[in-house]
């Protein structure tokens, strides 16, 4: 019986070895097993260096800083325009989970929404993982949990209202197991670190001589006016975050003065050495070091830029710092 069943099992690994050869994805070489959409507007574009857009997408790759990504070229699309680019099928069995990891770059005034679907039964469904708007002029990893089931991950591009928001991805892996705990662009090793996607929350406690618990969440709290919507981490309903919801039992003293006073927790980091800006200082030569675009209440966003901003008898030519490098602006464009 063990022979018989030595050909089966070598079968088996050579087909997930296929699998991950497929999925697994650098783009150096073309786009492995992933395809382009038929149902939405157009296509991601493979490339190396520039996107070719002044003030907008990444100046080269993730991998080897002279490879290849691909990217969404907003130039001469229409606003909402959308383009999806789909995995190889993928199985993962009942009670257990794979982590999705890729790099992504959204730079520019532009730059709308990138989403990322796991679509089972051909229907898209809802977004996993979402970011919108300008995350500044750099490469950010993501990691997502993949839920038990068979079908593809998506990936979607979303076009904003001008030419200034090309999106890019790279280096795209699916391995065995849940995602370890990332929070943010960079955590150094031996960091202390949790997304709160774990309902074991990563050995936080809950304290014994308080008056009620932190409740673990995901979506909004259920209590309107209050409480986030969605979890920092994947911005949408299938990310988790801890709460402490104010809502009956709960009185005055312990909570405020009534139940819409939910706070909420995520993404929390410990790391060696001073928070980079804990104090507000900024020369903006990385990222916006602790400073953030609202999410809401605004217009529009402020945007990290090297150089003129690309308008014509307004704005600097170069930074204050170095006189060649970063800085933060606004602007608005009718283009």
């Not at 050995?203 to 909004?220: A, I, L, P, V």
């Amino acid at each position: 019986m063990g022979n018989r069943l030595l050909p089966l099992v070598a079968a088996l690994f050579v087909q997930f070895a296929v699998i991950r050869a497929q999925f697994d994805c650098d783009f150096e070489s073309g786009l492995c097993g992933w395809t382009q959409a038929t149902d939405d507007e157009f296509d991601w574009t493979r490339n190396q260096g520039t996107t070719g857009t002044a003030n907008s997408g990444p100046s080269s790759d993730h991998t080897t800083g002279n490879g290849y990504y691909v990217y969404i070229e907003a130039s001469n699309k229409s606003p909402d325009d959308r383009a999806r680019i789909v995995s190889p099928d993928v199985t993962v069995p009942a009670a257990q989970t794979k982590c999705l990891k890729f790099w992504y770059h959204m730079y520019g005034s532009h730059v709308d929404a990138f989403n990322v679907y796991w679509q089972v039964g051909g229907a898209l469904g809802t977004a996993i993982w979402t970011r919108q708007g300008d995350q500044g002029n750099l490469w950010t990893e993501a990691s997502i949990d993949i839920s038990a089931g068979q079908g593809q991950v998506v990936l979607e591009g979303v076009r904003g209202t001008s030419f200034r928001g090309d999106i890019a991805v790279d280096d795209v892996t699916l391995t065995d197991g849940a995602c370890s705990q990332v929070v943010g662009p960079s955590v150094p090793p031996g960091g202390l670190q949790c997304d709160f996607e774990d309902v074991n929350l990563c050995g936080y406690t809950q304290d014994t001589d308080d008056d009620f618990d932190w409740t673990w969440q995901s979506s909004n709290t259920g209590t309107s006016g209050t409480g986030p919507s969605n979890d920092h981490t994947y911005g949408t309903a299938a990310g988790h975050y801890v709460y402490t919801e104010t809502s009956s039992p709960r009185q005055p003293g312990v909570r405020g003065s009534s139940y819409r006073g939910d706070i909420a927790v995520d993404d929390v980091a410990l790391t060696d050495g001073p928070c980079q800006g804990a104090d507000g200082n900024c020369d903006f030569e990385t990222d916006l070091c602790t400073w953030t675009n609202a999410q809401q209440g605004d217009d529009f966003d402020w945007v990290l830029n090297n150089g003129n901003t690309g308008s014509s008898g307004t704005g600097p030519d170069s930074d204050h710092t170095l006189g060649n490098a970063q800085d933060v602006m606004f602007q608005n464009y009718t283009q």
